[in-house]
């Protein structure tokens, strides 16, 4: 929490008032033909656009309104924020403490369900910024076309990790896993799917295995592992992973205490690692956001690249390996 929602925010909040002036300079351009011929002077000035809505997404329910609004105000615009209806305790207390330190005509919270968000989303903004699900932002998308609003989506995706033949399996495990478990998965940027050498791949789970247990013996009273956001989330993930399991693929739950994680009220899902699940499946056809990584063995570097590139492009890529040309392919194609 102090990473993901402070940290970040208070860091962007200073970088912007460390930088604000020399972003608002006016910039010096070469004046077009015609007009240089007679003298004529060019010069960009940067404007507020006005007010700016956010609708920010439940899994980093501070972060993402007040990362954002530092570049909003910096510019000088006013705000107007949806967060999420998901989080309803940090959601109230961010609407409380806006109209305790900003005038309502320079930042507002607005608090509701699906239909305040329909509506915040058809206002007139000068422009708008989303964050969160694909099947949400096209509805956000929809509405802000009526009143040709400019909208800047970030809505997630697939993101693959290239594990490369001469990565460190053990290194490339203990940051994969660690980055996976953060937020029990629940990140945009969290990895859905590694490609590990075959060769590696019962090194990998076990390197796996033993970081997850190191950070976490224990998982379902261990309250620095993140429960899943809501019961239907849980639904979600908890299907898929019994999907990939009646059909026979091989899961590894890395649950170090043996614990039974089916309690609804807990919401806890240790990390686990399933192994070539067929394209069909859930897993490989919807965002995780969760505790799952899918591990996808190969041999040939070729095939992993045509495999991204033939689907939708995904926020993230990351690559281990010290082959320095072999990483600069995988970012070229």
Not at 151 to 169: C, H, M, Q, R
Not at 196 to 203: G, N
Not at 261 to 283: G, M, Y
């Amino acid at each position: 929490t102090r990473m993901s929602e402070v940290m970040t925010s208070v860091g962007n909040l200073k970088y912007v008032k460390k930088n604000l002036k020399r972003w608002m300079k006016p910039e010096k351009r070469s004046a077009p033909v015609p007009m240089n011929l007679f003298g004529a002077r060019a010069k960009v000035y940067y404007q507020p656009k006005g007010v700016v809505g956010n609708m920010t997404p439940w899994n980093i329910p501070v972060g993402m309104v007040f990362s954002p609004l530092a570049d909003m105000l910096g510019a000088g615009n006013r705000v107007m924020v949806k967060p999420s209806e998901f989080t309803p305790a940090t959601s109230a207390l961010t609407k409380e403490l806006v109209s305790r330190y900003f005038d309502p005509t320079e930042m507002a919270v607005v608090t509701g369900g699906p239909e305040t968000g329909a509506a915040f989303a058809a206002l007139p903004f000068d422009h708008l910024l989303f964050t969160g699900a694909t099947a949400v932002g096209r509805m956000v998308a929809r509405a802000a076309a009526d009143n040709l609003t400019p909208v800047t989506l970030e809505l997630g995706g697939k993101s693959p990790v290239f594990i490369g033949i001469s990565a460190d399996i053990t290194e490339a495990a203990d940051k994969i896993i660690t980055g996976k478990a953060q937020n029990a998965g629940q990140l945009c940027i969290s990895p859905d799917y590694a490609f590990v050498p075959e060769a590696r791949l019962e090194a990998f789970i076990a390197a796996a295995r033993s970081t997850f247990g190191a950070q976490f013996p224990s998982v379902r009273a261990n309250p620095d592992y993140n429960a899943i956001i809501n019961a239907r989330h849980f639904g979600r993930v908890k299907a898929a992973i019994e999907e990939v399991r009646a059909a026979g693929v091989r899961v590894e739950d890395l649950n170090p205490a043996s614990e039974d994680w089916s309690d609804e009220t807990l919401r806890k899902i240790p990390v686990h690692l399933v192994v070539d699940p067929p394209d069909d499946c859930r897993l490989m056809q919807e965002e995780i956001f969760g505790p799952v990584l899918v591990l996808s063995t190969y041999r040939d570097i070729t095939r992993c690249i045509a495999y991204v590139n033939a689907r939708a492009r995904p926020l993230a890529l990351y690559y281990f390996g010290t082959d320095g040309a072999e990483r600069e392919r995988v970012l070229r194609e």
